[in-house]
């Protein structure tokens, strides 16, 4: 997993392509929380182009800093032509109060546009 940061429009971009390493996670979410204290909350894209599982420890903390951290999002893009994950993503999005919108991959200056708008 890379991610870029544009802490100015408040969005951090998140590239999947393979497995998510506990320090490449614990990389991502600081990368986040620098933009949550600089702005007060966050926009987030990911694009998943193949996603082969995380290790245990990224995985725990996902959770935790989800769920401590859900109003702290405004809006989430899924950039992903896998049909499991855009089937996770629908069913996450109930629960988050996030606006999340789903994108093909050919649409990513979309989804680049929809996370800088909110």
């Known amino acids: 997993m890379t991610f870029e940061t544009d802490t100015q429009a408040g969005v951090v971009e998140f590239l999947v392509d393979g ?4 320090a490449e996670y614990d990389a991502g979410v600081a990368a986040m929380e620098a933009v949550i204290a600089d702005k007060g909350t966050l926009s987030a894209l990911a694009v998943i182009r193949n996603f082969s599982g995380m ?13 401590t951290h859900m109003t702290k999002v405004r809006r989430a893009a899924i950039v992903t032509d896998s049909t499991w994950i855009e089937m996770m993503t629908k069913a996450g999005s109930m629960m988050v109060s ?21």
Do not use: M, N
């Not at 497995?19 to 506990?22: C, D, H, L, M, Y």
């Not at 290790?55 to 769920?67: F, N, R």
């Open 19 to 22: 497995g998510v390493t506990r």
């Open 55 to 67: 290790e245990l420890g990224a995985w725990w903390k996902d959770v935790s800093w989800g769920a």
């Open 98 to 118: 996030a606006e999340v919108k789903l994108f093909k991959p050919d649409q990513i200056e979309a989804a680049r546009a929809w996370v800088r708008e909110g």
